[in-house]
């Protein structure tokens, strides 16, 4: 057993989730419609990077309750990026007031529920990892 793939791998997948949402916080603010489609790019970019991420690491999995980790992480950012798609239909319609509001009120929720389960994904990993014996 080898905790680090999944430890590397939840890692990022928390990091591209933060960096998400940081990218959503910015395409709300410009009216520009260059700059709003470069930040849903790299949003996609994101997205697709944590798809083959999640891909990977599901194929790590040996242990019940790591799956069940990894369950409530998929859930949560099929939530979350319900949520963020709705902010952005509103943005790029220059509906700037909606799109913070809805952002405050449902698409922060799901992106605070999505971070939180990542973190735990992580943590649980970690202390997995520390668990098993060094390797010779």
Same mark, same amino acid.
């Given at each position: 057993? #080898?905790?680090?793939?999944?430890?590397?791998?939840?890692? $990022? @997948?928390?990091? %591209?989730?933060?960096? =998400?949402?940081?990218?959503?916080?910015?395409?709300?603010?410009?009216? %520009?419609? !260059?700059?709003?489609?470069?930040?849903? +790019? *790299?949003?996609?970019?994101?997205?697709?990077?944590?798809?083959? #991420?999640?891909?990977?690491? =599901?194929?790590? @999995?040996?242990?019940?309750? #790591? *799956?069940?980790?990894?369950? +409530?992480?998929?859930?949560?950012?099929?939530?979350?990026? !319900?949520?963020?798609? $709705?902010?952005?239909?509103? =943005? *790029?319609? %220059? +509906?700037?007031?909606?799109?913070?509001?809805?952002?405050?009120?449902?698409? *922060?929720?799901?992106?605070?529920?999505?971070?939180?389960?990542?973190?735990?994904?992580?943590?649980? %990993? =970690?202390?997995?990892?520390?668990?098993?014996?060094? +390797?010779?």
């Amino acid at each position: 057993d #080898d905790a680090m793939p999944g430890l590397s791998l939840a890692a $990022r @997948i928390s990091e %591209n989730i933060a960096s =998400s949402q940081i990218f959503l916080l910015r395409h709300i603010m410009p009216t %520009n419609v !260059t700059e709003m489609s470069d930040l849903e +790019k *790299r949003i996609d970019g994101l997205r697709e990077q944590n798809q083959k #991420d999640s891909e990977e690491y =599901s194929r790590t @999995i040996v242990r019940a309750d #790591d *799956r069940a980790l990894f369950d +409530k992480l998929q859930q949560t950012r099929s939530a979350y990026a !319900t949520a963020r798609a $709705r902010v952005f239909e509103l =943005s *790029r319609a %220059n +509906k700037k007031a909606e799109a913070e509001s809805y952002n405050a009120s449902t698409c *922060r929720p799901a992106y605070e529920n999505c971070q939180a389960a990542a973190t735990t994904m992580f943590e649980s %990993n =970690s202390k997995y990892g520390r668990r098993l014996p060094l +390797k010779k």
